[in-house]
């Protein structure tokens, strides 16, 4: 009997990435491959990959550079380019990296073992065309056996001026609601306890579905989404990302406040505080747009956690513009928001822009801006010392083994004394005693306290 073929996946990139790497994994195990931690060990090794910033595209080629020369002495050697990274360059990268089997975008990914057949048959396999993307059948690999991602809809049909996405992933499409349901069914059988449903522009759902489920409820919306799946057995936290400004409603905010499954937590990028640079960046919100989002949420959901993404330097810039943007941060204080410089992308209009910020200056805002957000979120901490928080227990601290860690509703953090073997997949009451900008720690209050 031949040794079975071990694989090695590494993820670059977003939660989309993420997902998409588990289900990936999901069809090599079908078809017999095992886990191989080490790259260096495996006879498929794959790279789901990031072009969101010019640095993560880099860090592919170097990574990809190593494997290519481990193949020249290994023929047999399956190397695998796959993601947005694949999707940009295309038939580019075989050129760069001759050694590669197999390039496949984002869309092909539940495609993976077909792409294989045609490898094996002796080709090198380039699958970047707009597909309709087939339902999955194969049960993911999943990182985590408590909290799981569930794409409800792929693709992005904004054009944001600086974004690389929709050239990557393709046009929106919204998966049928039953669909989304059977799986979430299926993981509550698993033992899983929180979702998060999962899109670029989450709520564009439903826009492009055509009718109905099978019961007959039509479900054109998000909001009609969670109202769907919030009473599956088992599962106990919904969460979902990335929420737009521009379809954002109060009925969400009413529908979270209203679902007790449905986490008091709202990921909703602003990317700037200056309405010009909203304009040239094509957003289609204004600041008082989002202020007045940010206000709606307080005042129906006063501890609601809101999170947020931000670029600063995008061309032309002033520094008057940038500090709108230290302003908003400071106006709304974010419990986190996820920072970076602009960097110019192949095929977005931003990039063509002729006043194009020095990397002096993309330097210097970052660190003023992340140093606004760290005391930012450190304030947010605060108001949970002394309370009492549920925390779902995921794992042990990978620094300290006398601890385990979760997450608390509103997605903070929380580190406390105890052992994953009791406590793993418990919602615990935990009494939070020490709080920093981005995480804090507790004691657990009852040693076991499930479904609390
Ligand atoms: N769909 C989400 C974000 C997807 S990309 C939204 O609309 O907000 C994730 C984040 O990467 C973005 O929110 C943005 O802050 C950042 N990003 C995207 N393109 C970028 C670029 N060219 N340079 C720097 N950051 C970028
Ligand atoms: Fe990119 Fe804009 Fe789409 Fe978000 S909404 S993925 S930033 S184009
Ligand atoms: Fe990166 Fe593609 Fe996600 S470019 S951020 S992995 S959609």
Redesign the pocket.
Known sequence: MSTPRRYHITTFGCQMNKADSERMAGILEDLGYIWSEEANDADLVLYNTCTIRDNAEQKVYSYLGRQAERKRQQPDLTLIVAGCVAQQEGESLLRRVPELDLVMGPQHANRLADLLTQVEAGSQVVATEEVEIAEDITQPRRDSTITAWVNVIYG?N???T??V??NV?GREQSREPAAIRAEIEQLAAQGYREITLLG??IDAYGRDLPGSTPEGRHLHTLTDLLYYVHDVPGIERIRFA?S?PRYFTERLIRACAELPKVCEYFHI?F?SGDNDVLKAMA?GYTVERYLRIVEQIREIIPDAAISADAIVAFPGETEEQFENTLKLVEQVGFDLVNTAAYSPRPGTPAANAPDQLSEEVKQDRLQRLNHLVAQMAADRSQRYLGRTEEVLIEATNPRNPQQVMGRTRTNRLVFCDGTIAQLEGQLVPVRITETRAFSLTGQILSPVAAGC
């Open positions: 992005c904004e054009r944001c600086y974004c996405v929709p992933r670029q522009n990335t737009h990028p990317q957003r």
